[in-house]
């Protein structure tokens, strides 16, 4: 069975510094996806940004990227000029491309705290 | 709001009771998955559907819980006997049908309290 692990259970970081999230997964399948999901408080969970595992290349969105290193294991979320918005919790989450599973295997989360 | 919604958001029961959760999701995504998440941990999985059909279990669905789709657009989980370990926040997500990293939009959350 596939695990996440998120070894920083809280982050903190200045208003308009960057910031970096860890995350490892074990698994031993090759085609797979990654994502980081954020979880504001009291508000629902929204996606931040995917990886497909057969790209090498590290998906950005604005001030996300990863930084995917496949044989390491290693997904980490990266977040730039970090603002007060971005204080939530953050779930990294594996899902397999084979054998038509849908489920989403989460970390424990990162809760971020962003200083002004 | 055309965004996944949850009823109700917050439930307190006494163990032994019934209890059932609503979820409609985004109008047109076929997909629509429930996950339980409990304090300090991430959401785990309990099943999804693709229209009606119920395609994949986890282990974490005993026989107590049930979840239906009867016509392919709200769900419904429900929990009989509810044990205080059933306390936990009710997550659903609703997702397309698409080949590759289909994004999951997630509901509120119902909040269930057993006493």
């Known amino acids: 069975a596939q695990t996440v692990t998120q070894s920083q259970p809280e982050m903190s970081v200045q208003e308009a510094e960057t910031v970096t999230l860890s995350c490892t997964y074990d698994t031993s399948e090759s085609d797979y996806y990654l994502f980081w999901y954020k979880q504001p408080p009291s508000r629902q969970m929204i996606l931040v940004i995917r990886?497909?595992?057969?790209?090498?290349q590290n998906a950005t969105e604005n001030r996300f990227s990863v930084n995917f290193q496949k044989a390491a294991k290693s997904f980490s979320l990266k977040i730039s000029d970090s603002q007060l918005g971005d204080a939530a919790m953050y779930f990294c989450?594996?899902?397999?491309?084979?054998?038509?599973?849908?489920?989403?295997?989460f970390g424990k989360g990162t809760k971020l705290t962003v200083n002004p | 709001d055309t965004g996944v919604s949850q009823n109700p958001r917050h439930k307190i029961t006494k163990r032994g009771q019934n209890v059932t959760f609503r979820c409609d999701p985004i109008?047109?995504?076929?997909?629509l998955y429930w996950y339980r998440q409990t304090l300090g941990q991430g959401p785990e999985f309990l099943t999804y559907f693709q229209n009606e059909a119920q395609l994949e279990k986890s282990r974490l669905l005993s026989d107590r819980f049930s979840a239906e789709r009867p016509k392919g657009s709200f769900s419904t989980l429900e929990i009989q006997r509810t044990e205080q370990g059933d306390s936990a926040m009710y997550l659903c997500a609703s997702s397309l049908a698409l080949a590759g990293p289909n994004e999951q939009f997630f509901g509120p959350g119902t909040r269930l309290t057993v006493l």
């Open positions: 989450a594996y899902r397999s491309a084979w054998g038509g599973s849908e489920k989403l295997v």
């Open positions: 109008s047109e995504h076929n997909r």
């Open positions: 990886q497909e595992a057969y790209k090498q």
